[in-house]
Every structure is written in structure tokens, then in C-alpha cells.
């Protein structure tokens, strides 16, 4: 019998449980045993107890749970040699032949130097004789799957990733409640939000609540941005705008790279605008809370494609992710993803703006 486990990586996304759910029912549907490793690639690296047989009802009730009950870790030891070493063995240990991770654009690059390392470690192993031969032999092939749980939806292949949605949701409505103080006063706010290096979170909250600027890391301001601003936002006060919003991506910077920070934009808007501005940083409220249904519907389906995917592997295959195109669940070549979002990061490292703004896609331009 085949022996699936499921682990959520990285940060926690609204919609990892619906995910962890699906793989587990969807892997005792097709009569495998289904495991859960707690704590993300620490739970591997610790092994035994951290790797925890899953029954149906273990997962009852968990659609409608924010965060990640399984738990998840940035884990340092599975960076290194030594810790992935010690993430095989126990794996081989508790006879762990299909393995889905839930994570983000960090936690599915570290699945895929895993499954790259894999025949090295076995190797190792069985040299160092912590496995049999029959093991290196019957182990010899890594099955991964990944499933893209993030909040910041900066994964290439994918139109979303699990939590984008969630998170989204909660920045427009915290937007609204800002918009309802500051119109009452007349002030201007700064509106800090999460996404690491992408600026689709704050891009979205832009487009979706109307906001006056925003700015985002794939597309940096002009040149002379504090002059554009200031032009942008005194004209829509002239139109007899009472209120004035700023989304500023955490990632955001100027075409020379250099940090645009909430500070550095409210400066402006109190000094030469004269508008009475606050700052808010919408911090971890973003990530946590409950799944949307759009979150929860597809950490579903996309869970259930996870475990079909583990089973018609082959020998040989390479890893897969599953994505959504065009509102289609589809398998996607893991490698290949990983490698175009991390030339996104390079392009912006370059100040290639208009190759990050490719790669991303059209909402992120002008
Ligand atoms: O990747 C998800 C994310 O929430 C990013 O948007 C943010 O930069 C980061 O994680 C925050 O990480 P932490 O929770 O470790 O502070």
C-alpha cells in the first residue's frame, strides 16, 4: 500500500487546511494510509512522532479553519546537506513513498532540490548502511508533489496561489474601514501590505478599492516619482476627493532599487501635499483568518488532483505542481515554475522591470 504524506511549509495561507484535508481523504479514498508531517520540513528532518498517521476524521472540520494545524516552519536544518540527509532516512523509516507539500515559492524550490539530491542521499545511506540495498532499491524514486499555498500569489504557472484570495479579501475590507475614517477627516493613509517580493496583494487591493497610488516592486514608479505622486493625488483633491489611499507593497523600491518605504511617502503627503496622513501596516491580520470560499473550494480540488498525481507517477517523472489556468486544475512541471519565478527576482535585481513585468503578466503593467 502506497503511504502519502502531506506537509504545509513556509508561511501559513487561509486554505492550507482545506489542501491537508483533500490529500488525506483523497489518499484514504484510494486506500493508501495518509500521513500528516507537523511542523513543515522540520517535522521531516525530526521524524518519528512528527510524522503522524491520518485518519478521515482527523481532518473534520478543518475547511473552515484559518492558519495551519499541521503547523509550519521556515526550517534551517532542511537547507542544508545534513538535515535533508536526515528528512530521507526518516522518510524510508516510516515507509513514506509519495510526499505533498503545501508551501510557497521557498518551500517548492526546497522540494525540488530535494527530489534533485535524492539519489545522492540514498546513496549515502545505504553506504553509511542506515538503509538496506533493498531500500536504496525500492526508494530510488522521490515522488513530490507541490501544491502552491502562499499568500503573496508569486508563483509562476498558477493564475492564484492557495490564500491569495483570502488574504485579498481582508486587505479590501481593512481598506474600507480605513477609507470610512479617513474620509471623515479628510487625511490621507499609507497602507502597507504584505507579498514579499511581489506586488500582486497590493496591485489587486489597488485596483479593487480604488486606491489614489500604489506602488509595487515588478513595476517601479518613474523617475521622478514623489513629483508624479504629488500630481496624481492633488489632482483627484482638486476633483473633490475627501480622502486619500496609498498601498505601498512591502517589497516596493525605485527604479534604482532603493526602498520606497510607508515613511518616505507620508513625509510627502504631510510636507508638500499639507494632507494630515496616518501610516497603517495591515501586518499578519493579512495572513490569518478563515479560507474564503474561492480558497476553499480550490485547495480542495487542487489536494484531490495532488494525490491522483502521486499515484500516476512514474519512474523517471519529473515533479509536478498543481496550478490553476483559466479555472482549470492542471498538473505543471515543477522545475520549470521555480525557475521563471526566480527570474523574476533576478529580472528586478537587474532593473529589467519590463522582463519582470512580462514574466508576471498583464495586470502588472502600467
Ligand atoms: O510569504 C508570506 C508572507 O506573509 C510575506 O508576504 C511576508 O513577507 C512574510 O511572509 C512574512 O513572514 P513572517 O511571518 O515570517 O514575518
Known sequence: RKRIAVMTSGGDAPGM???????????????????????????????????KQMEWADVRGWLSEGGTLIGTARCQDFRERPGRLRAAKNMIEKGINGLVICGGDGSLTGADTFRKEWPSLLSQLASSKEITAAEQEEYKFLNIVGLVGSIDNDFADTDATIGCYSSLGRICEAVDYIDATAFSHQRAFVIEV????????????????????????????????????CDIIKNHRALGKRKTIVIVAEGAHDRDLNKISPTKVKDLLSGPLKLDTRITTLGHVQRGGQACAYDRQMSTLQGVEAVRAVLDAKPGDASHFISVVENKIVRKPLLEAVATTQAVAEAIENKDFDKAVSLRGDEFKE
Open 17 to 51: 487546511n482545506g489542501a491537508v484535508r483533500a490529500v488525506v481523504r483523497m489518499t484514504l479514498q484510494e486506500n493508501c494510509e495518509a500521513y500528516a508531517v507537523m511542523e513543515g520540513y522540520q517535522g521531516l528532518v525530526e521524524g518519528g512522532d512528527w510524522i
Open 194 to 229: 504584505m507579498g514579499r517580493h511581489c506586488g500582486w496583494l497590493a496591485l489587486m487591493a489597488g485596483v479593487s478599492t480604488g486606491a489614489d497610488y500604489v506602488f509595487i516592486p515588478e513595476n517601479p514608479p518613474p523617475e521622478d516619482w514623489e513629483a508624479h505622486m
